[in-house]
């Protein structure tokens, strides 16, 4: 099993940064795939970014060019540097991860951290 803390979430103004941080830990595991996907209230959860083993990213249309996924492998962390934040980002983002553990590979999610970008 692996679990998921999430954090950097909060209120911030249209234009300005955050950094998320999420951090996997638990028994012996290997990590496939890290990111971050979010849900706005009464919309679909969307994927934001996603990074896998060997560094390889993938990003929403919406946030290429002001979104940054990276990971600390070393400490099994994943990292989402927001940047030009805008109010259509406002939304509830998760953090995601696919690992192996006891035999299985699955899928995990983070509890969750609000982003608000509001003037």
């Known amino acids: 099993q692996v679990q998921l803390v999430e954090s950097g979430g909060g209120l911030v103004q249209p234009g300005k940064s955050l950094r998320l941080s999420c951090a996997a830990s638990g028994s012996r595991f290997s990590i496939n795939v890290m990111g971050w996907y979010r849900q706005a209230p009464g919309k679909q959860r969307e994927l934001v970014a996603v990074i896998d083993r060997g560094g390889f990213t993938n990003y929403a249309d919406s946030v290429k060019g002001r979104f940054t996924i990276s990971t600390d492998n070393t400490k099994n962390t994943v990292y989402l540097q927001m940047n030009s934040l805008k109010p259509e980002d406002t939304a509830v983002y998760y953090c995601?991860?696919?690992?192996?553990?006891?035999?299985?590979?699955?899928?995990?999610w983070g509890q969750g951290t609000q982003v608000t970008v509001s003037s």
């Open positions: 995601y991860c696919n690992a192996r553990a006891a035999y299985t590979t699955s899928e995990y």
